[in-house]
């Protein structure tokens, strides 16, 4: 048996690295966005709320190209800007001849979804809500499934128009349009 033993080894390690290889830390970019301002994108719902102008207060969904249709003005781009952004070109595009001195607030109605996929119980598209983490989205698909590992996942992010994965702890704080992957333990 210790003749074989170094010849198992050899033919055992090159499977041990190939499966360490697919390891991927989290970006320190997939952290920092956490702290940034949020940015809409295709997918969001803002409430707009202009003083004084009941015909003008809706809500408005950002639309694939990024934009969203306001009245009287038209098309707004949408896709990477904050809310106070959006408040700033509202109002710029209204006092084009429409409102004199507009006073215009933007909020986010509904954010766009966390898809949550792999060893979940039902994986899919769930609703985004502030303070969320990988973990209670795994709750909201239905919890582990009796084969998932439970103790990090991976999550993927676009940050600044990159995209990017990242192998985070299940208490990590997730933003709206992340992936959360569930891997299969392996034993």
């Given at each position: 048996m210790t003749r074989f033993f170094p010849l198992l080894c050899a033919a055992l390690l090159p499977l041990l690295l190939a499966a360490c290889s697919s390891y991927q830390?989290?970006?320190?970019?997939?952290?920092a966005a956490l702290e940034q301002p949020y940015l809409l994108d295709a997918?969001?719902?803002?409430?707009?709320?202009?003083f004084g102008q009941d015909g003008l207060n809706n809500t408005y969904n950002v639309d694939q190209a990024g934009y969203i249709s306001f009245p009287l003005v038209g098309s707004i781009p949408a896709r990477g800007?904050?809310?106070?952004?959006?408040?700033?070109?509202?109002?710029?595009?209204l006092r084009q001849g429409y409102i004199r001195?507009?006073?215009?607030?933007?909020?986010?109605d509904r954010y766009r979804p966390v898809f949550v996929m792999g060893e979940v119980g039902a994986a899919g598209q769930y609703s985004y809500v502030p303070?969320?983490?990988?973990?209670?989205?795994i709750a909201a698909a239905g919890g582990f499934s009796p084969r998932a590992y439970?103790?990090?996942?991976?999550?993927?992010?676009?940050?600044?128009?990159?995209?990017?994965?990242?192998?985070?702890?299940?208490?990590?704080?997730?933003?709206?349009g992340d992936t959360v992957y569930v891997r299969e333990?392996?034993?």
């Open positions: 830390p989290a970006p320190t970019a997939m952290h997918g969001d719902r803002i409430r707009v709320t202009v800007h904050t809310v106070k952004q959006m408040e700033a070109a509202i109002a710029a595009k001195d507009p006073d215009v607030t933007v909020e986010v303070g969320m983490t990988a973990q209670k989205a439970q103790g990090d996942v991976d999550v993927t992010r676009t940050v600044n128009g990159k995209v990017m994965t990242g192998r985070v702890v299940i208490s990590d704080p997730l933003l709206p333990r392996l034993f």
